[in-house]
């Protein structure tokens, strides 16, 4: 099959990583996988995909919120003749569906993924009816999670079986023979108990309530931050308050992820709201325990591996100290390792690749 995924951009995000290691295993699959991109500002991402063999497309108006985007993709969609067209982000999925229009081929499918349980749009009225038209016009709306599916569902409405899930994947191997870095690397001390979030500062996210964890804690423990995002002063501004800069390290955007995962002693992923939770997962394939806040797409993921928190500090205080036991460190570790192995990139790319022909016969 001739593939071609559109993103809105490959910045630093959970959707953009995910397809750094999607497409190439489709790839392996036997298929042909290109990508478009609306554009390559701050596209961390690129380098990476480039040098896995994947042909990346710029649109010309590298803007993700350009409407002559619409052209560009019908333009692309049309020269390479593609079986299948599989769409990420809001941006991407807005004028590749207005892109649609333009396109009189019955045999192409397009398809999309949702990979956010909550947005802002739904919160207007008017989007919501644009947004029905948006995705009533794919095949296949495909969710990351069943809370992902239940959300959009609610959102937009539609045909049932119009909707799939398919989990995200990982690399696993990746990060079961990834060791850890000397400690002083990363500003931390031989004695220190680390903890450690992997994630944006978005709204989505509570790195405050997980830093006012440290508030009920021994001052052994200390919270390393790594990640980039707007958010970002708002936090380190917070922990100023709670006199807590000794106790918390920002790192920034690292892209040696699976070795600062090995050299943490306690994962932890404290959202509001999340499609799925990649980060959660890569720290489970790391061996590590796993702390998560109750939310569904988080919980639908951890459960059964790691431990799911009220999104409290006090509570995750608390369970963090009760992993000072070491045979309950250990079993939760264990669990963690094997409940990560569900999520292996291989199953993902499997999985779309036989929807992909489904869907063609439909």
């Given at each position: 099959?001739?593939?071609?995924?559109?993103?809105?951009?490959?910045?630093?995000?959970?959707?953009?990583?995910?397809?750094?290691?999607?497409?190439?295993?489709?790839?392996?699959?036997?298929?042909?996988?290109?990508?478009?991109?609306?554009?390559?500002?701050?596209?961390?991402?690129?380098?990476?995909?480039?040098?896995?063999?994947?042909?990346?497309?710029?649109?010309?108006?590298?803007?993700?919120?350009?409407?002559?985007?619409?052209?560009?993709?019908?333009?692309?969609?049309?020269?390479?003749?593609?079986?299948?067209?599989?769409?990420?982000?809001?941006?991407?999925?807005?004028?590749?569906?207005?892109?649609?229009?333009?396109?009189?081929?019955?045999?192409?499918?397009?398809?999309?993924?949702?990979?956010?349980?909550?947005?802002?749009?739904?919160?207007?009225?008017?989007?919501?009816?644009?947004?029905?038209?948006?995705?009533?016009?794919?095949?296949?709306?495909?969710?990351?999670?069943?809370?992902?599916?239940?959300?959009?569902?609610?959102?937009?409405?539609?045909?049932?079986?119009?909707?799939?899930?398919?989990?995200?994947?990982?690399?696993?191997?990746?990060?079961?023979?990834?060791?850890?870095?000397?400690?002083?690397?990363?500003?931390?001390?031989?004695?220190?108990?680390?903890?450690?979030?992997?994630?944006?500062?978005?709204?989505?996210?509570?790195?405050?309530?997980?830093?006012?964890?440290?508030?009920?804690?021994?001052?052994?423990?200390?919270?390393?931050?790594?990640?980039?995002?707007?958010?970002?002063?708002?936090?380190?501004?917070?922990?100023?308050?709670?006199?807590?800069?000794?106790?918390?390290?920002?790192?920034?955007?690292?892209?040696?992820?699976?070795?600062?995962?090995?050299?943490?002693?306690?994962?932890?992923?404290?959202?509001?709201?999340?499609?799925?939770?990649?980060?959660a997962v890569e720290g489970m394939a790391s061996?590590?325990?796993?702390?998560?806040?109750?939310?569904?797409?988080?919980?639908?993921?951890?459960?059964?591996?790691?431990?799911?928190?009220?999104?409290?500090?006090?509570?995750?205080?608390?369970?963090?100290?009760?992993?000072?036991?070491?045979k309950l460190y250990n079993h939760i570790a264990?669990?963690?390792?094997?409940?990560?192995?569900?999520?292996?990139?291989?199953?993902?790319?499997?999985?779309?690749?036989?929807?992909?022909?489904?869907?063609?016969?439909?």
């Open positions: 099959m001739k593939i071609l995924h559109i993103i809105t951009s490959l910045e630093l995000g959970g959707a953009e990583k995910l397809l750094t290691e999607l497409l190439p295993a489709q790839k392996k699959l036997g298929h042909s996988i290109e990508l478009m991109i609306l554009s390559d500002v701050n596209a961390v991402f690129k380098k990476d995909l480039e040098e896995k063999g994947i042909k990346i497309y710029v649109s010309k108006y590298n803007s993700k919120k350009s409407p002559l985007n619409i052209f560009e993709i019908n333009k692309k969609i049309k020269a390479v003749n593609y079986d299948i067209v599989h769409v990420h982000l809001v941006h991407a999925q807005y004028w590749t569906r207005m892109a649609r229009l333009f396109d009189r081929s019955k045999n192409r499918r397009y398809l999309t993924t949702e990979h956010s349980t909550s947005n802002r749009r739904r919160n207007n009225k008017i989007l919501g009816m644009i947004d029905k038209f948006i995705f009533n016009g794919y095949e296949e709306i495909v969710s990351i999670s069943y809370a992902t599916e239940n959300s959009l569902y609610e959102w937009v409405g539609g045909k049932k079986e119009k909707y799939a899930v398919i989990p995200n994947g990982i690399d696993l191997s990746v990060f079961e023979n990834s060791t850890a870095i000397p400690r002083d690397e990363i500003g931390a001390e031989k004695e220190d108990i680390i903890l450690m979030m992997v994630s944006r500062f978005h709204q989505s996210k509570n790195q405050k309530g997980a830093a006012e964890a440290l508030e009920y804690l021994p001052k052994k423990y200390k919270m390393i931050f790594v990640g980039d995002g707007i958010l970002e002063e708002d936090v380190k501004n917070f922990v100023k308050e709670k006199y807590l800069e000794s106790r918390v390290i920002f790192l920034g955007k690292r892209k040696d992820i699976p070795v600062l995962l090995k050299t943490a002693d306690i994962i932890i992923q404290f959202s509001f709201f999340e499609g799925f939770g990649m980060a061996g590590k325990p796993v702390i998560v806040s109750n939310v569904s797409g988080l919980a639908d993921v951890v459960g059964g591996g790691g431990i799911i928190c009220p999104n409290d500090p006090k509570e995750l205080a608390k369970i963090i100290l009760n992993l000072e036991d070491k264990e669990m963690c390792l094997e409940k990560s192995k569900k999520y292996s990139i291989e199953n993902s790319a499997e999985e779309y690749i036989k929807l992909y022909k489904e869907i063609l016969k439909r």
